[in-house]
């Protein structure tokens, strides 16, 4: 594990989280806030789990769950056995994913080791959009393959998506709307070029300010969603 924040009111909506960082990625998405996890994951420190469990531990019954991020958790073989110790020691756990590993996102649903699974969703699943968002040629059947499977109910999930005007004009925002018709939760948020890994590659133009975000909340993603969650 390569970072942990003990507490926090914001990556879990409605709880209180830890969140867990695991290294590297298989993509290089220009707005990546966290890419020295992907880029140069051995400059950061290695914290061990055992000393990360001690510290939750006097918490436990006041932290809801465990927020387990990245880079991409789902890369690591290791992952179930991960998120096991934290299970045991009585944590929920939300997982988040670029949705590129949908075999192991069924496995831990099917196991009931994740409470809630929360995917990017980058750009509208053409190549070449979802490439200049992520940064990679991705593999879109398996990105795909993960959203038909949360979109189907098997778990409690949400899609979220960071917008950049030039990437997600009008047109994107409604394949995309189109695309997650009937999820749970899908949740967008500006694109910071101030934290961006590749600001260049982002181009010219401002974000979008946070007026903007929340009429395209109420408007185009809120009105896609289930409001029920399993
Ligand atoms: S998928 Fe997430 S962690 Fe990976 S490069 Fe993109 S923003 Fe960074």
């Not at 469990?53 to 918490?59: A, D, I, N, S, V």
């Not at 192991?104 to 994740?114: E, G, I, T, W």
């Not at 189109?178 to 982002?202: F, H, I, K, R, Y």
Request: with cysteine; hydrophobic share 45%; proline share 7%.
């Amino acid at each position: 594990m390569k970072g942990f924040i003990e507490t926090s009111f914001l990556d879990w909506k409605g709880f209180i989280s830890s969140v867990l960082f695991l290294p590297g990625c298989n993509f290089a998405c220009p707005f990546c806030h966290n890419f020295q996890l992907v880029s140069d994951p051995a400059s950061v420190a290695t914290l061990p789990v055992d000393w990360v469990l001690e510290r939750l531990g006097p918490f436990a019954g006041w932290i809801d769950g465990v927020v387990i991020t990245g880079g991409e958790p789902t890369l690591h073989p290791g992952l179930p056995l991960f998120i096991e110790k934290f299970r045991q020691a009585g944590f929920k756990i939300k997982l988040d994913t670029n949705g590129t590993n949908p075999a192991m996102v069924k496995q831990l649903v099917a196991d009931k080791m994740v409470d809630l699974v929360a995917m990017d969703i980058k750009a509208p699943t053409d190549q070449l959009s979802y490439r200049r968002a992520a940064g990679k040629v991705v593999d879109l059947e398996k990105v795909l393959e993960t959203m038909a499977f949360l979109k189907s109910g098997a778990c409690a999930h949400e899609f979220r998506s960071t917008i950049w005007p030039a990437w997600h004009g009008v047109k994107e925002l409604a394949e995309m709307a189109d695309q997650l018709q009937g999820c749970q939760a899908w949740s967008l948020q500006a694109l910071n070029p101030e934290t961006a890994w590749n600001p260049e590659a982002l181009g010219m133009g401002k974000p979008y300010t946070a007026e903007q975000i929340a009429d395209l909340q109420r408007e185009l993603a809120d009105p896609v969603c289930k409001k029920e969650m399993k």
